[in-house]
Structures are given as structure tokens and as C-alpha cells.
């Protein structure tokens, strides 16, 4: 499962996603507004089915629709910070996130699927709109992950779409 902290990360920015097939070395930072507001309607047509089926994992080790988008939710909301902190700091250390014991912890396969779709809807739109106020200098404001990574504006941003996307391929793919 590609995860936003995969050790790994840039290869995400040098060529397309061999499973999703996006490109994020084409995608336009400015562009990334808009793409997140697409996905996020998008997620709201897969939270728009049965919660049983919602609630079904495909295997045992792989993740449910509603589980894949409350992690969407909340990456939407980590992110949000993170965008924040590098706007506002310089050279900013983002908080730790273990997203695996954050599923567990806030149940991810229990919660209420209408409301996760509020609350998606929601973060998509405040990230959405904090990405569509950076300008100029601001995309090359930089911030790190603890285990290494540094970002500027533009490719947290670049790096950022693909998780949203990726997920969305990885409930509908097989549909």
C-alpha cells in the first residue's frame, strides 16, 4: 500500500504511479486545488453506498472503503497543518503521525460513512482553499518529515495529490 510517511517517497515525483497511472511531475502545484476538490466528490459517490458493503475488506491485510476514506479524511487534515506550518515557520518539523495506530485508534471500520463524507467534504475544502492562497515565493517555503524527508510548497503539494488519488483507485480499481 503506497502510504503518505513511505520511506520512499520521491520516486512519487519522477514518474507515474505504476498502479493509479498518475503523473504527479505533470500536475501544476496550482493545479492540485482543484484535483483534491474532484477527488473528494468523488469519495462522496463511494461513501454513497451500503455502509455493509463500505464496511467489507477485499483481504484481510487490506483496508475497507470506509476505512480507506477516513485515512483520506485525516490525511486531508494532516496535511492541512503541515501546508500551515510551512507557511507560517520556517523550516518546520512535522509532528510525527502513525496512521496505522491512528485507524485503530479512532476505529476507522466503525464509524458513521455519512458522516465521514461530511468531514472529508470538509478537510478537502479547507486544504483546497489554503493551497489556492499560496502564490509566488510561497511554493518554495520548505518543512521536513522526521524521518527525513524535505518538502518545498511545490512538492508537498505534488507529493500530497497522489494519496487521495491512489486510494480512490485503490476502492474503485476493481469496481
Not at 520511506?7 to 504527479?24: A, E, F, M, N, S
Not at 465521514?116 to 492562497?133: C, H
Request: hydrophobic share 45%; aromatic share 10%; proline share 7%.
Amino acid at each position: 500500500m503506497i502510504t503518505p510517511d513511505t520511506k520512499d517517497w520521491t520516486w512519487v515525483l519522477q514518474r507515474p504511479c505504476p498502479d493509479c497511472g498518475l503523473d504527479t511531475s505533470s500536475v501544476a502545484p496550482t493545479a492540485v486545488s482543484g484535483l483534491l476538490r474532484d477527488n473528494a466528490a468523488a469519495w462522496a459517490g463511494v461513501l454513497a453506498a451500503a455502509p455493509e458493503e463500505l464496511r467489507r475488506r477485499p483481504a484481510p491485510s487490506v483496508w475497507s472503503p470506509l476505512e480507506y476514506a477516513c485515512h483520506v479524511r485525516d490525511v486531508f487534515r494532516i496535511f492541512a497543518v503541515r501546508l500551515d506550518l510551512m507557511l507560517t515557520q520556517d523550516g518546520p518539523l512535522f509532528p510525527n503521525w502513525d496512521q496505522d495506530e491512528t485507524a485503530l485508534a479512532e476505529r476507522y471500520a466503525e464509524q458513521d460513512p455519512a458522516r465521514v463524507a461530511a468531514e472529508l467534504a470538509a478537510a478537502a475544502e479547507t486544504l483546497a482553499t489554503a493551497f489556492d492562497q499560496v502564490a509566488g515565493a510561497q511554493w518554495q517555503r520548505t518543512g521536513d518529515r522526521s524521518d527525513g524527508a524535505h518538502f518545498t510548497v511545490e512538492s508537498f503539494a505534488r507529493y500530497f495529490i497522489h494519496d487521495p488519488v491512489h486510494h480512490l483507485w485503490d476502492v474503485t480499481a476493481a469496481a
